[in-house]
């Protein structure tokens, strides 16, 4: 259970699923998230401040790396179970490419920790998730599952610097390696045209989230 709620300073959060809707002038896209707590011996949210206090945080990007929109977040969810967003885009916002980005923050406000260094904003933020929902216009991209500092898999926290994955949370002086990264095709995205008729759709309660435009 460790594994999966992670080893850095707040839980992460994993994409489970993610379904795109898509027609010629708009589409929506749904995402299936989950972050996990050990049901037994909880480490993070037996405890009530903290529940009060962490959010999911949620970012849309086009294939330029420009944000779409505003930040998103979602602060009712329980862990082990599935937390579920829908976002609504027109088509010319991103044409070329749309990815997502989540996250847990915690608000440190008022806890009594100098906070000075995180500058305006008194949230601390976990490791940030990355998928790609889409690019060059193409519904079966490519996704990265892995990274790898050498030949082995590597399983730590990860920071990018001027575009360069590399091993630790952030970027400083001391020597660290950088870390090269594993691709294969994308299972995870399912892309659905209002004139396709799926049973998928029931399958992933679709038909809540993105009811078929009449």
């Not at 010319?92 to 000075?116: M, R």
């Not at 904003?121 to 991209?141: A, D, H, L, T």
Request: net charge neutral.
């Amino acid at each position: 259970m460790l594994n999966k709620i992670g080893f850095e300073n707040l839980p992460n959060v994993y994409f489970s699923k993610i379904r795109v809707k898509r027609d010629r002038d708009n589409f929506k896209v749904a995402l299936f998230l989950l972050t996990y707590d050990d049901p037994e011996t909880s480490h993070w949210f037996s405890s009530q401040e903290i529940r009060n206090r962490v959010r999911v945080r949620i970012r849309f990007f086009n294939e330029s790396g420009e944000q779409l929109g505003n930040v998103k977040y979602i602060n009712n969810f329980k862990p082990n179970k599935t937390i579920s967003f829908v976002k609504e885009f027109k088509s010319s916002q991103s044409t070329s490419g749309l990815f997502v980005t989540a996250n847990l923050e915690l608000d440190l406000t008022d806890l009594g920790f100098d906070t000075s260094w995180l500058g305006e904003e008194q949230w601390f933020r976990g490791p940030e998730s990355k998928e790609i929902i889409y690019k060059n216009n193409s519904v079966e991209p490519e996704v990265m599952i892995r990274f790898l500092k050498g030949d082995s898999i590597y399983y730590g926290p990860v920071h990018q610097h001027e575009f360069q994955a590399m091993e630790g949370s952030f970027h400083s002086r001391a020597p660290h390696e950088k870390l090269t990264t594993s691709y294969q095709q994308n299972t995870k995205t399912t892309y659905f045209s209002l004139d396709i008729n799926t049973p998928a759709i029931a399958e992933n309660n679709l038909d809540a989230f993105m009811p078929l435009k009449k």
